[in-house]
């Protein structure tokens, strides 16, 4: 996952043109990968509200420490994609992305 430039501007639409689209694609015919999904979606729901700035500044929280740890996408099962993926879907189901 590269940082480019303007991620931290608009961070839920950067996500959806990075992973969000083709994870959420994913989703459709991989029902582990929902599970999972729905499980950090669960966690996310019951720690902040789901307003768009609270998951927008969530996601730049996230985002911003996934950077400093140098973190890549690599595979849809890590537990960082996996996170990402169910802001992208929380994003989708409020209608904010």
């Known amino acids: 996952m590269l940082f ?8 839920l639409r950067w996500l959806m043109d990075t992973l969000g689209h083709a994870q959420l ?3 459709e015919t991989d029902p582990g990968l929902v599970a999972a999904v729905d499980q950090h979606a669960a966690v996310l729901r019951d720690a902040i509200a789901l307003d768009r700035e609270t998951l927008g ?15 890549t996408f690599s595979d849809e099962s890590e ?9 992208a879907w929380l994003a989708r189901e409020h209608g904010y992305a």
């Open 4 to 11: 480019e430039e303007g991620w931290a501007s608009s961070p």
């Open 25 to 27: 694609a994913r989703m």
């Open 57 to 71: 500044d969530y996601l730049l929280g996230f985002l911003d420490e996934l950077r400093l740890r140098g973190w």
């Open 79 to 87: 537990p960082p994609a996996l996170r990402l993926t169910a802001v």
